[in-house]
């Protein structure tokens, strides 16, 4: 069971807008920013935000925002390409571990 | 352009040793902390250890605490992680990442590692 807890799957239609949630406690998401990562199998994670912080690269369509113990991604305006598994993570300090939440598969309907 | 190159992967027996090594480029690979994660086949990303940027410190997940030791080699960017008594639940892709605040943020491609008879 992961520390941190996603949705297993999310669908949108092309253009839609689809939130992606990450849900924590107190020491992990309510204490450190998180990350997000977009990774399309066989590949290696690609990381699509950092805290608030959009990478250098990342269409301006994601988003990241949190709330207390739950981070979320939006992404505005649902493209093919984004058809992916979403992972988020952060460090927890009373585990001295990072951790992962299991993924949310997002479809594009 | 930061790139993150693992080496090392293969088949090992049960009960064997691998070592990974990851090469670093693009940054002050000393001022970061860096982490391993895997992923098993059909499974989620999984957290294997952290060490500080100077390699004082570190850190292990449980399913591999006692069995495995990160280290890195400041001047010559490198980054590795012994693997011993390795069992088939240690069949993974690895990952090294860099660490940017509280979350990884540099990828690099992954190493295969296949633990079987």
């Known amino acids: 069971q992961s520390a941190l807890t996603q949705e297993a799957s999310v669908s949108g239609t092309v253009g839609q807008k689809v939130t992606l949630s990450c849900i924590g406690d107190s020491n992990n998401i309510g204490s450190y920013d998180v990350g997000w990562y977009q990774q399309i199998s066989p590949g290696a994670p690609k990381t699509v935000m950092l805290g608030t912080s959009l990478p250098s690269g990342i269409p301006d369509r994601f988003s990241g925002t949190k709330s207390g113990t739950t981070a979320s991604l939006t992404i505005s305006g649902l493209q093919p390409e984004d058809e992916a598994t979403y992972y988020c993570s952060t460090w927890d300090f009373s585990l001295r571990a990072h951790v992962f939440g299991g993924g949310t598969k997002v479809t594009v309907l | 352009e930061v790139q993150l190159v693992e080496s090392g992967g293969g088949v090992a027996q049960p009960g064997g040793s691998l070592r990974l090594s990851c090469e670093a480029s693009?940054?002050?690979?000393?001022?970061?902390?860096m982490i391993w994660v895997r992923q098993s086949p059909g499974k989620g990303l999984e957290w294997v250890a952290w060490?500080?940027?100077?390699?004082?410190?570190?850190s292990y997940g449980d399913s591999v605490k006692g069995r495995f030791i990160i280290s890195r080699d400041n001047a010559r960017k490198s980054l590795s992680l012994q693997m011993n008594t390795l069992t088939a639940a240690d069949t993974a892709v690895y990952y090294c990442?860099?660490?940017?605040?509280?979350?990884?943020?540099?990828w690099g491609q992954g190493a295969l590692v296949i633990v079987s008879s």
């Open positions: 990442a860099r660490r940017f605040g509280s979350t990884p943020d540099q």
């Open positions: 060490i500080s940027s100077s390699g004082g410190d570190m």
């Open positions: 693009g940054f002050l690979f000393s001022s970061f902390e």
